[in-house]
């Protein structure tokens, strides 16, 4: 294993003052791994105030020394660097009644979450996994290092990060692991809010996100309850071919991996199960889900503390995800008229969105198949370049003429907006050109003045 210079660095200087130091936790996993690390954690025999000694001339930030990390930049980078530590018991399943520095590694790898975070590497030393890390990384497997229900009872959190780091790492999930994980699920509603979403997301990104939204709805349900009900519920339809909590699964793993929209398509259809009415042959409707499921992303949105615009997106796209992009035959629908209607209405970067949630959606159903729904995609998406690549007019302001053109021609007050709106319906379904004087004509000719 190879550390950077600038780590190797660290650690020499550390080891020079006497003291022992690791490259530890997750950049020696994605090195094991041969990823990329995103930043190198270091931990050390030193005291705080030993560190601070160790690297004085350096920029540092003390913000973390009270919980024994100060952070070296060197180049611009920020390294972590944390005191050996141990963990004091758990009263409240989040925070660690104490902690104490120790001396010794051993110390401070047993308190990690899982074995494949649980080691540590110094040039001097080589590779220190006490709790077979290498082994679980060759096989996939997320394992608790020790106990895993006390492992669990201690952090909650915990619970959620090996759902993350399954999904993200696309690991299994040792079985003692998941059997604890499932049996301590009810204790996630001591986490954080901000915690629970940030693990959540990134849960929802990674490649194994489908396998773990299918194997585990139970542990998701305790942190949003609206998805209990969607599991295993037989939605009665000819159309779906899979219960609802597949289908959510489905649409979440056929969008892009990016948080807001992965959010959307697991929120999408929650509302379906309170809607529900059975026609006289027996078949399943659900009116007036979309603004339902909308409301339900409203409090999901709230009670994970998402930034505003995120949260407003992601309600918007749920309670839009059924807008029809299809013509009367169910045909891709590339009328000019109706594209443009759909921008001026979403706006450039929601109806692509769109585009993408209405293919997996569709997929989702089993009704139809990738290749067939992605062809369609391609076939908007491509009308959509050419169309925008056109720059045409699709709002009020992309109009030849403005307010003060129309009350010129003598349109006054609340007339000049209803005016525009008029003009641009018109200029939107070709029935006028976006140019000046057609315009002015047209209000002349089809607006009351
Ligand atoms: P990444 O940064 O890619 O998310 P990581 O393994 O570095 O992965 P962090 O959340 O940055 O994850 O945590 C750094 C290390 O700290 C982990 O590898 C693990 O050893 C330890 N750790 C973090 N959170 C916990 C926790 N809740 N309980 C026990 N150990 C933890
Ligand atoms: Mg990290």
Redesign the pocket.
Do not use: T
């Given at each position: 294993m190879k550390l950077p210079y600038t780590v190797e660095n660290l650690i020499a200087r550390l080891e020079q003052a006497g003291f022992s130091a690791y490259a530890?936790?997750?950049?020696v996993?994605?090195s094991l791994m041969s990823v990329q690390?995103?930043?190198w954690?270091l931990c050390t025999s030193a005291r705080p105030e030993e560190m601070a000694e160790v690297f004085r001339g350096e920029r540092v930030a003390e913000t973390g020394l009270k919980h024994g990390t100060l952070t070296v930049i060197l180049d611009h980078v920020p390294y972590e660097i944390t005191t050996f530590r141990t963990e004091g018991t758990y009263t409240d399943h989040r925070h660690p009644d104490s902690v104490s520095f120790v001396r010794e590694l051993e110390g401070d790898?047993s308190?990690?979450?899982?074995t494949?975070?649980?080691m540590a590497f110094s040039p001097h030393t080589g590779l220190v996994d006490l709790f077979g890390g290498q082994e679980d990384l060759a096989r996939r497997i997320v394992r608790c290092?020790g106990d895993p229900g006390e492992?669990f009872r201690?952090?909650a959190?915990?619970i959620l990060?090996a759902l993350?780091?399954a999904s993200?790492l696309d690991f299994e999930l040792d079985p003692a692991t998941a059997e604890a994980l499932r049996a301590m699920a009810p204790t996630l509603e001591k986490v954080a809010a901000e915690r629970i979403r940030d693990e959540l997301l990134?849960l929802l990104c990674g490649p194994g996100a489908g396998r773990i939204l299918r194997a585990f709805p139970d542990v998701l349900s305790c942190i949003i309850p609206e998805i209990r009900p969607m599991i295993g519920y037989d939605q009665r339809n000819h159309y779906h071919h899979f219960d609802l909590w597949e289908h959510t699964v489905r649409s979440v793993e056929n969008v892009p991996p990016e948080a807001d929209l992965r959010l959307t398509m697991l929120l999408h259809d929650t509302g379906k199960p309170s809607v529900c009415v059975l026609d006289a042959r027996g078949e399943a409707h659900f009116p007036g889900h979309q603004p339902v499921s909308a409301e339900i992303a409203e409090r999901v949105a709230g009670a994970l503390r998402l930034d505003r615009e995120t949260a407003d997106r992601v309600v918007r796209l749920v309670l839009n995800h059924d807008i029809p992009l299809c013509d009367e035959r169910g045909g891709v629908n590339l009328n000019r008229s109706f594209m443009l209607h759909r921008l001026n209405r979403f706006g450039e970067k929601d109806f692509r969105t769109l585009i993408l949630m209405h293919r997996a959606d569709r997929i989702a159903t089993g009704h139809s198949s990738p290749e067939r729904e992605t062809l369609r995609m391609r076939e908007r998406i491509d009308a959509l370049d050419a169309l925008l690549a056109e720059k045409p007019c699709y709002s009020v302001g992309d109009l030849a003429v403005s307010g003060y053109d129309l009350l010129s021609l003598g349109l006054k007050g609340p007339a000049v907006g209803a005016a525009l709106q008029q003009l641009l319906e018109a200029v939107m379904d070709g029935l006028v050109p976006n140019e000046k004087d057609e315009l002015n004509n047209y209000v002349t000719m089809f607006i009351k003045i």
């Open positions: 530890v936790g997750g950049c996993r994605d690390p995103h930043d954690d790898l308190r990690r979450d899982f494949v975070n649980a290092v492992r201690e952090d959190l915990r990060r993350r780091f993200v990134r």
